[in-house]
């Protein structure tokens, strides 16, 4: 069960009028108290209790209460122990006594209100300070998983290259340069994610930069890349294996796919296919796959690369001619059981 405390302290959620309640109360039991005093007090107190009834009750309820409940003590102390009981009775000296107490009130009030405002803020502080501990807690474990899941991407990425190599040694230079440009491009991909500034990024903006660094890397300022994505979000892992995939497909387009056009667009759609499933779409609006093209039996280096990155994330290739080429995957979001 909350405790009273907590909740008035403001740390549990209490309705609107539980505040003018506690001030209603707390006025009572001060006037209960000075009555119970009268005997003993000599004359000069009136607001003897009632000066703890606001502290109190700013204290632990807020602003709002705490000058409900001054209000009230201020009337209650003046009728009951100012001047004859048991009436307004306004004077000089009533004045001066009420004028004491209302200037005594407000500074108590004004200092506590200060101090709340001041405690609201630094709890504020410290749970976003948690929370961005947490969050780089979070990071720094993803990017150890990271780095080992890309360090063997790396060794299966060279045995693949060393394949080309012997089988045809004079394109040696050229294989080395293509596994430059995919190991710079994995560098790219980790600063990009991996940056506190872009951590909560939608995956649709977060492609939409991926492309154009892709675009200003090759110079292909004739080619325009759309993507058109909801504000979904994914994990780093996945996020990263998806943004490997879309720079191998996207840099293929490139390469083949608008020689001897003055302009081109390639679009990049993803979808949410519900029962934790997703679909990524990249088209082009080239000239389209070879007729003789053959997913099964094809030995392309980058082919292999987008299957293997595929079956990282669960998920099924599909390539089709539809105005161009289009290479549709249909993938997990979260993790599986497997």
């Given amino acids: 069960m909350p405790s009273f405390l907590a909740l008035a ?33 000599p004359p000069g107190f009136p607001f003897l209790t009632f000066f703890p009834a606001v502290i109190l009750t700013t204290f ?13 003590s ?15 009775l306004f004077d000089a000296q009533t004045a001066l006594a009420l004028g004491f107490y209302a200037f005594i009130v407000t500074v108590d009030i004004t200092l506590i209100h200060l101090m709340r405002v001041a405690g609201e803020r630094l709890n504020a502080e410290r749970a976003v300070s948690a929370q961005l501990y947490e969050q780089q807690r979070t990071m720094f474990q993803e990017l150890q998983h990271r780095v080992a899941n890309n360090m063997q991407f790396v060794a299966a990425l060279l045995a693949l290259q060393k394949r080309k190599v012997i089988d045809n040694p004079q394109e040696a230079a050229d294989v080395f ?14 600063r990009r994610l991996y940056d506190p500034a872009r951590a909560d990024q939608p995956v649709g903006q977060y492609l939409q930069e991926l492309c154009s660094d892709l675009l200003d890397a090759t110079g292909a300022r004739n080619i325009v890349c759309l993507v058109d994505a909801p504000p979904v979000r994914l994990d780093l892992a996945r ?21 001897g056009t003055e302009r081109g667009t390639i679009t990049i759609r993803f979808e949410t296919l519900g029962a934790g499933q997703a ?43 539809e105005g161009g080429t289009v290479v549709r995957l249909v993938f997990v979001t979260g993790p599986t059981d497997a």
Avoid: M
């Avoid at 943004?243 to 608008?258: C, P, Q, R």
């Fill in 60 to 72: 632990f309820f807020g602003l709002r209460p705490g000058i409900v409940c001054a209000v009230l």
């Fill in 279 to 321: 679909s990524l779409s990249i088209a082009d609006n080239g000239p389209g796959i070879p007729a003789t093209f053959d997913p099964d039996t094809s030995r392309s280096l980058g082919f292999r690369i987008v299957q293997g990155l595929a079956g990282q994330l669960d998920g099924t290739l599909t390539y089709a001619n």
């Fill in 74 to 88: 201020g009337l209650a102390a003046w009728y009951f122990f100012i001047g004859e009981a048991n009436v307004f």
């Fill in 9 to 41: 302290a403001g740390r549990l959620p209490a309705p609107p009028w539980f505040g003018d309640v506690a001030a209603l109360s707390a006025t009572g039991i001060a006037i209960a108290l000075r009555h119970a005093l009268d005997d003993v007090l």
């Fill in 239 to 259: 996020l990263t294996t998806l943004s490997l995939l879309v720079v191998e497909v996207v840099t293929n387009a490139l390469k083949h796919a608008f020689h």
């Fill in 177 to 190: 340069d293509e596994a430059q440009a995919r190991l710079q491009t994995i560098a790219r991909i980790h």
